[in-house]
């Protein structure tokens, strides 16, 4: 056993036989390696809002697939997404499966899951206490889109056809003065009633990945994070122009 202290925290490294550390890890074939973290308090995006250039939320309508959600958060982590917001009846980012698929992201975003106990302090208990929180946050209303499969963004609504939004046509970092939410439906079902019926009421868009004809959908993980880094690199051309700009004020 073998113990070393970074920042003031202790990490105890123990030597195991195969049989052992198989057991531990809970798959036939492990990488030798296994770890006992403690599963960090649930994220408050409205206790330390430092001002960004351009936050960004990705939202989680009941996501059920384990191995989805955890590549959703290693791109969030790729992607430097501020947060994870996990609507009730959502996969648990700690499922063994979603923890394996996220590569060590599970312990880099921050992650709110609603269905969990220790959220209820955060007073949320319908899709419009999202809409305030995300507020809370400099993402208006306006600035939170919902993915749809198709491009009337008519998906699991009823009501007129509503237009969406191809994702390269969004401006994801607000032109710097605000953030943006994307919101992921669940795997088959789509979005929840809640979500389709603010978007019926246009208090948020629909945003959709056009493809091939003939291809009637992308992987829930495949999907966000396509939009995520496109998010991305429009997030880089802001900050470049914003570096040449003041490289131009200062000559």
Not at 141 to 165: D, K, Y
Not at 178 to 189: C, R
Not at 207 to 231: D, K, Y
């Amino acid at each position: 056993s073998i113990e070393r202290k970074d920042n003031n925290e202790r990490c105890s490294i123990n030597v195991g036989n195969e049989k052992v550390v198989e057991a531990c890890a809970g798959t036939v074939t492990t990488q030798g390696v296994v770890a006992l973290m403690q599963i960090p308090e649930p994220f408050d995006p409205t206790s330390d809002l430092k001002e960004r250039l351009s936050s960004f939320y990705l939202i989680l309508d009941g996501l059920a697939d384990p191995g989805n959600v955890g590549t959703l958060l290693r791109s969030c982590a790729a992607a430097n997404v501020d947060g994870l917001i996990l609507l009730p009846d959502s996969c648990d980012v700690f499922n063994p499966k979603a923890v394996r698929s996220a590569m060590g992201a599970t312990f880099r975003v921050p992650v709110l899951d609603l269905g969990d106990s220790r959220a209820s302090k955060m007073n949320v208990s319908n899709f419009d206490d999202i809409l305030f929180l995300m507020k809370q946050c400099g993402v208006t209303s306006n600035r939170v889109f919902a993915s749809t499969m198709e491009e009337s963004g008519s998906h699991r609504t009823a009501g007129p056809l509503l237009q969406s939004i191809p994702y390269y046509n969004v401006d994801w970092v607000g032109n710097q003065t605000g953030g943006a939410a994307l919101i992921l439906g669940k795997e088959g079902e789509g979005l929840r009633e809640e979500v389709c019926n603010s978007i019926q009421q246009g208090l948020i868009s629909t945003v959709h990945v056009p493809m091939a004809h003939g291809t009637e959908s992308l992987n829930a993980a495949i999907c966000g994070s396509v939009i995520m880094f496109e998010r991305m690199r429009q997030l880089h051309l802001l900050r470049n122009e914003m570096r040449d700009d003041s490289a131009k004020e200062e000559s």
